[in-house]
């Protein structure tokens, strides 16, 4: 066979287009192309190609072992019925549509990759898959498309400083001028990448944590906004680093205090209409914008399986720190696990959208969008009933009135996010059962890697890992 003649697994005229594309990005000085997806325990891996084996990429995929599908943040393994043995081999095939030149990595290219099996059928692990397979079902029996952004929050250390320690690179207060000042060279360099590869960068700021800042880009449909989240984090670590500066985007660097987020903003539209604004219902939401929400809210312990998957999202989650641990929601409320933004007068039917703050960057993107859209769905399906607002820190209410309200605390250990995900039919259909048990497998295998570490050595344990 032949390169024209390629194997099932790619698109079609892709081989074409990969050719042209190889040509274009040489004479740009592209040498290389990073291929990437993130497993299950939300770490990004890649491999690469040298641009003039982009078509062969193209044509008959690039080969990885689905082990990755049941590795552990540390690089061990677990294993399920399916998943975690040495055998076996799938192939990576670039989406050449989200094909992007690196600013901040001259001589590179990235594309985001669908994983397929040797016979050329969706990889059944591949979360990438999942998401774009639940966007398209809720096209097809609902009418329904959506618009999601993922917040990005990161911390800044000076590379090579006290060895694995977290020293601050600024000293600057919460969303101080002083500290936006400090790092005003490397940020200016890094808006300018965003902008060079297409990334509309809507606010760039320090944020509350020690040395810690955060961007927030531009909604599209939810696979490109998952791309994005990992093409964003793939470009502050290569500006960092060209300024002397290590980042971390793990839930907590430190075992107290503030930790990074990674909160995901969705709403459902239909028909070129905006089902969060407009409405008859609260906030200007629509009937079903309104059950979407509670859908959510209904399955958000077993969400935090896929939301808040490893240990160090326990550091994170915590009452009183705008994390929102506990089952509420409110409009622009943010101790509560969902906020409704409404968006200012004038806009609100392109700005509306739903919230969901108990999300870190430990999460694998695809899966937790994927995740929060059938979850919403489930809700929207059953025209379920949006509960009574929250307002303030629900931390605050007695025991009788959060009863009351169905006000809970979401789970406080990995370990009993996993049994909320056992435990929920719906989710693990939307995942599918191999992808659902290699949650389960690698949650619980986190679980067990953080046995005996007190918060500060969970920290550490964790703290570059994403």
């Not at 880009?217 to 994005?228: K, M, Q, R, Y």
């Not at 502050?236 to 793990?250: D, E, K, N, P």
């Amino acid at each position: 066979m032949s390169e024209s003649d390629p194997v099932p697994g790619g698109r079609p005229g892709d081989v074409e287009r990969a050719t042209a594309l190889s040509g274009e990005l040489t004479g740009q000085g592209v040498h290389g192309v990073v291929l990437a997806y993130v497993d299950t325990a939300g770490i990004a891996r890649v491999k690469t190609v040298p641009t003039a084996k982009l078509a062969a990429a193209a044509a008959w995929g690039v080969g990885m072992s689905p082990v990755f599908d049941t590795f552990l943040a540390d690089d061990s393994i677990v294993t399920t019925d399916v998943l975690g043995s040495p055998d076996g081999d799938l192939r990576l095939y670039p989406d050449l549509d989200r094909l992007t030149v690196l600013a901040a990595q001259p001589g590179w290219a990235w594309a985001p990759v669908d994983r397929i099996t040797q016979e050329g059928a969706p990889h059944p692990a591949c979360g990438r898959t999942v998401l774009r397979r639940t966007v398209a079902k809720a096209a097809a029996r609902h009418g329904i498309t959506f618009r999601a952004a993922v917040e990005i929050e990161w911390v800044v250390a000076r590379e090579g400083t006290d060895g694995d320690a977290f020293v601050p690179a600024v000293s600057g207060p919460a969303y101080g001028a002083a500290r936006q000042v400090e790092l005003s060279d490397c940020a200016a360099d890094l808006l300018a990448a965003l902008a060079a590869q297409g990334v509309d960068v809507e606010q760039f700021h320090p944020e509350y944590a020690a040395g810690q800042f955060e961007v927030s880009v531009g909604a599209l449909d939810p696979v490109a906004a998952a791309d994005h989240s990992v093409l964003v984090r793939q470009t502050i670590r290569a500006v960092a680093r060209r300024h002397g500066l290590r980042v971390s985007f793990a839930p907590a660097v430190l075992g107290q205090g503030v930790g990074n987020g990674g909160h995901l903003h969705l709403s459902a539209w239909r028909d070129g209409t905006n089902l969060h604004a407009g409405g008859t219902g609260r906030y200007g939401m629509t009937a079903e914008a309104e059950s979407f929400v509670a859908g959510v809210l209904g399955h958000l312990p077993a969400l935090t399986a896929m939301t808040a998957p490893s240990p160090a999202s326990r550091l994170r989650l915590r009452p009183s720190q705008w994390a929102g641990v506990f089952t509420a929601w409110g409009r622009e409320t943010r101790e509560a696990a969902l906020r409704i933004v409404t968006g200012t007068t004038g806009v609100r039917d392109r700005a509306a959208n739903l919230e969901v703050k108990p999300v870190d960057l430990a999460a694998n993107p695809y899966l937790a969008l994927a995740s929060v859209i059938a979850a919403g769905l489930d809700g929207l399906s059953a025209s379920a009933p949006l509960p009574a607002e929250t307002t303030g820190d629900p931390a605050g209410l007695g025991a009788d009135e959060a009863a009351a309200r169905g006000v809970r605390r979401l789970p406080v250990t990995l370990t009993e996010s996993v049994e909320a995900f056992r435990a929920d039919g719906v989710l693990r259909e939307a995942l599918g059962p191999v992808l659902a048990d290699a949650v389960i497998a690698v949650r619980l295998g986190e679980a067990r890697s953080a046995e005996g570490l007190d918060d500060d050595g969970v920290a550490a344990a964790y703290r570059w890992k994403y």
